[in-house]
């Protein structure tokens, strides 16, 4: 089995990246193979509302001029999915928007094959507003008729510069439990 966790926040060492460490600690220690993306802060572009791929059927978007089909391929091999954003005013970041849109018209233009995969969304906040990032990737997960581990809390952390995480106790203990239940679902299913 494998989880890919995509990071979609710009600062590649900071609070979303190491949410993600502590889950997938707990998935590797089922022997869960795992793999984390950096999105944030590549050049990634939004859904053009095209319609090719649902002409295409070739599990791709129609566009070539970004990663994105290299991260949608990710995301369709893997019986996982964790997707990590930062809060930027209320909302998830623009990279992760992008791969929600475009891996969503995607998944759904190919009989749907995200399908009973697992996904989880991890959420950093400075303050607040993570809840609306929380229900923007559990609406993703929950159109694509994915499955949705829950945790001790909603998944997310406090802090705004790198590392405060560490001052988080709950927000890590939440990380924890969330990868042990996400490798119990995962073990359940397969």
């Not at 599990?59 to 990663?67: S, T, V």
């Not at 809840?131 to 952390?157: D, E, H, L, R």
């Not at 590392?163 to 969330?178: A, H, M, S, V």
């Amino acid at each position: 089995m494998k989880v890919v966790a995509f990071n979609g926040s710009p600062r590649e060492q900071g609070n979303t990246r190491r949410g993600l460490e502590i889950v997938l600690a707990e998935l590797e220690k089922e022997g869960i193979q795992t793999e984390i993306i950096q999105l944030g802060g590549k050049r990634v572009f939004g859904c053009l509302a095209c319609g090719q791929c649902k002409i295409n059927k070739n599990l791709r978007c129609a566009r070539n001029d970004d990663e994105m089909n290299t991260f949608i391929a990710k995301m369709f091999e893997a019986d996982g999915i964790i997707i990590g954003s930062p809060t930027y005013f209320s909302n998830v970041s623009t990279e992760v928007k992008a791969l929600i849109d475009r891996a969503g018209v995607v998944a759904r233009a190919n009989n749907h094959v995200l399908k009973g995969k697992v996904g989880a969304p991890l959420v950093a906040a400075r303050r607040a507003g993570a809840t609306f990032v929380y229900s923007a990737i559990n609406f993703f997960f929950g159109i694509n008729q994915m499955i949705i581990p829950g945790s001790s809390y909603w998944n997310m952390t406090l802090g705004g510069a790198p590392g405060d995480i560490e001052k988080d106790e709950e927000g890590r203990n939440t990380f924890i439990q969330l990868g042990k239940n996400m490798a119990d679902l995962l073990k359940k299913l397969n």
